[in-house]
């Protein structure tokens, strides 16, 4: 049998998109299934991504989305770029997270902060050849974001960083990392600050990949400054305001992992529910049996929520409404709903779902890191509680 998912009717709200939208939608769904779709297997075993198919995402304009077109980038909304990484984690997580990294965190964060010579100097470079990535986490400051020891010092003209960062992602194609770093351990969160790191820069180096248990294609590496030294004028937003822009771009990033996660949720459920029409036991279709008819029907089910979940969210940050609320808890339930629609769709394949000659048990091992990265499942929980309740 082959790997390759039916195309069933997707569980999609089309109501809630645009003629526009939808033909967006569909060329890129057209492309990962084309393009991405031969090469999932190979690139998961080796651990590595495609080079060509990222030349592919620039040509596109999957890498600008929302990058103005004075710039030349797509001058599109937010929603389009959760769209893209949607369809594209469908067939491959790891294509999904390097357009979601690229475009909701590096992107997001230049579009916001960056200073006019900032935009002029890097955004083109960001939507035509420059893969960026986010460089905020350290091996003491997980869910702590902030208790990072990464130090720089002011000299001369120059800031002198040094310190390691761990688990960043696309740091092996990256050429532009947006990295935090302390002027003032002693400051607390007042001493953080963003810099726009070059991947040439003296001192600084992408160390080991991560050998990791799902998006095993995506790159994840530590990154090492030894007296890294970074020009003054690199400085993002300004001194000291480093975690105000991490909040605030982390708080997109999360509705864009909460894309990654329903696409990969929908990749699974495509699978099971082809595979569920032509495995035969006791003379008929297993999908004949009420058992796997229910279970077909609550993955979508609860598919579709997460799903008009991401897209309110995105809708809301397009429209300029707060949503921090609504991202937290659209990253903490899509994420939930992806752990157990993958793994019911193992299920559903019985002995042969545990197996590597069939892809839900890649769908499941990517959609471990959903709970994870950006901020786990229980700081999701914290932010929602501290928001619903004022605490």
């Known amino acids: 049998m082959s790997s390759t998912a039916v195309q069933l009717p997707a569980p999609a709200p089309l109501t809630t998109l645009t003629e526009d939208e939808i033909l967006f939608r569909d060329n890129i769904r057209q492309f990962a299934d084309e393009k991405i779709r031969p090469l999932v297997k190979e690139m998961d075993e080796k651990g590595v991504f495609e080079k060509s198919l990222i030349d592919e995402f620039f040509q596109l304009g999957l890498m600008g989305i929302e990058i103005p077109e004075q ?6 909304k937010f929603f389009e770029a959760i769209l ?20 909701t965190l590096v ?26 990535a986010y460089a905020l986490s350290e091996a003491a400051s997980g869910s702590d974001a902030f208790a990072l020891q990464t130090r720089a ?29 302390t002027l003032d351990p002693s400051a607390g969160y007042k001493g953080i600050t963003a810099f726009l ?18 998006i095993r294609a995506s790159s994840t590496c530590e990154l090492i400054l030894e007296d890294c030294r970074v020009p003054k004028e690199n400085v993002l937003g300004e001194p000291g305001r480093g975690y105000k822009i991490a909040i605030e771009t982390l708080n997109e990033g999360r509705i864009g992992i909460g894309a990654q996660m329903i696409g990969l949720a929908r990749g699974a ?41 991401v897209y309110n969210a995105a809708r809301m940050k397009d429209a300029g409404m707060n949503f921090v609320k609504e991202a937290a808890m659209t990253k903490l339930f899509a994420s939930q709903v992806a752990e157990r629609v993958t793994s019911l769709a193992i299920e559903i394949y019985g002995g042969y779902g545990f197996t590597k000659d069939y892809p839900v048990e890649k769908y499941w091992r990517d ?25």
């Open 269 to 309: 459920w495509e699978c099971a529910a082809k595979y569920a029409q032509e495995r035969k036991q006791f003379g008929k279709a297993i999908a004949e049996f009420q058992g796997i008819q229910f279970q077909i029907a609550q993955m979508a089910t609860e598919i579709e929520a997460a799903r008009l979940m």
């Open 71 to 76: 710039y030349g980038g797509g001058a599109g």
């Open 197 to 214: 790191v070059e991947k040439d820069s003296p001192g600084f180096t992408v160390g080991k990949k991560e050998d990791k248990l799902g």
């Open 107 to 132: 992107n997001n964060a230049l579009l916001r902060w960056a200073s006019d010579e900032q935009k002029k100097r890097y955004l083109p470079r960001m939507a035509t050849k420059t893969v960026g």
């Open 367 to 391: 959609a471990k890191i959903g709970k994870i990265y950006e901020g786990t499942s229980n700081m999701q929980l914290a932010t929602i509680a501290k928001l619903l309740l004022g605490k």
């Open 84 to 103: 893209a990484v949607e369809e594209l984690s469908r067939v491959d997580a790891s294509a999904g997270v390097v357009v979601d990294v690229q475009n």
């Open 153 to 181: 010092e002011l000299k001369g003209s120059e800031y002198v960083l040094n310190g390691r960062k761990l688990w960043i992602t696309n740091s092996k194609e990256a050429g532009l990392f947006v990295l935090f770093a």
